[in-house]
């Protein structure tokens, strides 16, 4: 009898174990939604610039560095926030990169993400041939004919798939760090104050949310901007001293800004598109707390080129999950980890709004 107990005992603690490595309780394979679209910028991008004319790239080491597959075209030493998101939502593979996905496996999804690009057209230009927001909105269409052949060429029965999938949208940042606060390249910054570039920002990204959900999307998930100021590229171009830190305060409060209008148009757009249902993630609100908040913030992991880039096979640091910033312009692996996780499960009434995305996938 006690040996019985004894093995028992041993069972439910091997099944615990065990269960603790599968989050929120998963089977493997077995996803909470069908399928998941990613559209954004290099905080997203799993390897669509790799083939393209663009310094936009991180297909190179020391990318990848505690990736299992090395350097893919993340622009992370590990995981981005969509692998993250991914993993949490319970698919046992990464999203494949429009670039590359082809047949059944886009079914799962497709992620559209470019590094360096932006909601406007011309963000991030200076960087080479990236994928604008609109012109992944475009790639998105090239998907649903395909998925639409696939399940029968039935759109009652497509539009019905894709009401179920998740919608990433993370989008804005080269908006403000390659276009409005590069005035010696573009012109925004003396067309517009800071209050109507987010309002024309936040209008913009409206018209292309209306573009995806006229092709079927119900569920989206909206990231807001962490705050940019606060990243080795801008300290840099910023300087340092008083006049320093006020030049960051002031990209900081521009991209707030930003937030407010999309967490606003979060609330207008549940109330007026019939059936669709959007949160906003609070990411700058997740990253001035601990664990985030408690990180290596003044350099980056990574030895930069232009304080941006990592040089190719240049130094790294060596406890990568110490660091907030992997190179001048993205986070470490670690801190995609934290993003992507309460993005999935808020940890805060002020991470997610009106909830969160594991609230999003039961809607
Ligand atoms: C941006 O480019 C797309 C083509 O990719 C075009 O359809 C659209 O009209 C352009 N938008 C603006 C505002 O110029
Ligand atoms: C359904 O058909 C309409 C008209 O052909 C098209 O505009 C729409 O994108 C289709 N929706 C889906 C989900 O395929
Ligand atoms: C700060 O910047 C202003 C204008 O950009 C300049 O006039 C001033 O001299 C600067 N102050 C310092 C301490 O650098
Ligand atoms: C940023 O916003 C804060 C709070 O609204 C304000 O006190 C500060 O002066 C602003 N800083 C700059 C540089 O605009
Ligand atoms: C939502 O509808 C209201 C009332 O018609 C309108 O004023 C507002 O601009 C709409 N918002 C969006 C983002 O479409
Ligand atoms: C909303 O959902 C209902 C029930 O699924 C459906 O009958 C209706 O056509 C949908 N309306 C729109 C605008 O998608
Ligand atoms: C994000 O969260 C912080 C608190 O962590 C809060 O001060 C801020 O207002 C939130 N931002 C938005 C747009 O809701
Ligand atoms: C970064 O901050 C640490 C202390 O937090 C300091 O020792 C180090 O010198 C700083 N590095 C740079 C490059 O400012
Ligand atoms: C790296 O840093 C983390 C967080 O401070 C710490 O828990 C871990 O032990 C460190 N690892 C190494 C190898 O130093």
Redesign the pocket.
């Known amino acids: 009898m006690a040996s019985q107990l004894k093995s028992l005992f041993w069972m439910l603690l091997i099944f615990l174990m065990l269960s603790n490595l599968q989050p929120h309780c998963n089977a493997v394979g077995n996803p909470q939604v069908p399928c998941l679209f990613a559209f954004g910028d290099s905080l997203s991008d799993d390897g669509n610039n790799n083939n393209r004319l663009t310094v936009a790239k991180s297909n190179y080491l020391p990318y990848g560095v505690d990736f299992p597959k090395g350097p893919t075209g993340r622009f992370s030493n590990g995981r981005n926030m969509i692998d993250v998101l991914a993993q949490n939502l319970g698919f046992d593979e990464y999203i494949p990169p429009f670039a590359t996905a082809r047949g059944e496996e886009i079914l799962r999804g497709v992620n559209y993400a470019s590094g360096s690009s932006g909601i406007r057209n011309e963000t991030g230009k200076i960087t080479g041939d990236i994928i604008s927001m609109d012109m992944q909105l475009e790639n998105h269409q090239i998907t649903v004919s395909q998925i639409s052949k696939m399940l029968g060429n039935q759109n009652t029965t497509t539009a019905d798939y894709l009401s179920k999938c998740i919608f990433s949208i993370a989008i804005g940042t080269n908006d403000y760090i390659v276009n409005y606060f590069l005035p010696l390249f573009y012109s925004t910054s003396s067309i517009f104050t800071q209050q109507q570039y987010a309002a024309v920002l936040n209008h913009q990204l409206s018209q292309q949310l209306l573009t995806l959900y006229k092709s079927g999307a119900r569920k989206f998930a909206l990231i807001?901007l962490t705050a940019l100021g606060n990243i080795p590229f801008e300290r840099s171009l910023c300087g340092s001293g008083s006049n320093g830190s006020a030049c960051v305060d002031n990209i900081n409060n521009a991209t707030?800004l930003f937030?407010?209008g999309?967490?606003s148009l979060v609330a207008q757009l549940n109330t007026n598109l019939t059936n669709a249902t959007f949160i906003?993630i609070?990411a700058?609100?997740?990253e001035?707390?601990p664990p985030i908040a408690s990180k290596v913030a003044n350099v980056s992991c990574c030895e930069t080129l232009l304080n941006s880039v990592c040089a190719p096979f240049g130094k790294i640091c060596r406890n990568r999950t110490n660091y907030k910033y992997w190179d001048g312009v993205h986070p470490t692996d670690a801190v995609y980890a934290v993003y992507g996780e309460r993005a999935y499960k808020a940890q805060?009434p002020?991470d997610a709004?009106p909830f969160d995305v594991n609230q999003l996938a039961q809607v």
């Open positions: 807001g707030q937030n407010v999309l967490k906003f609070n700058s609100g997740i001035s707390s805060s002020s709004y």
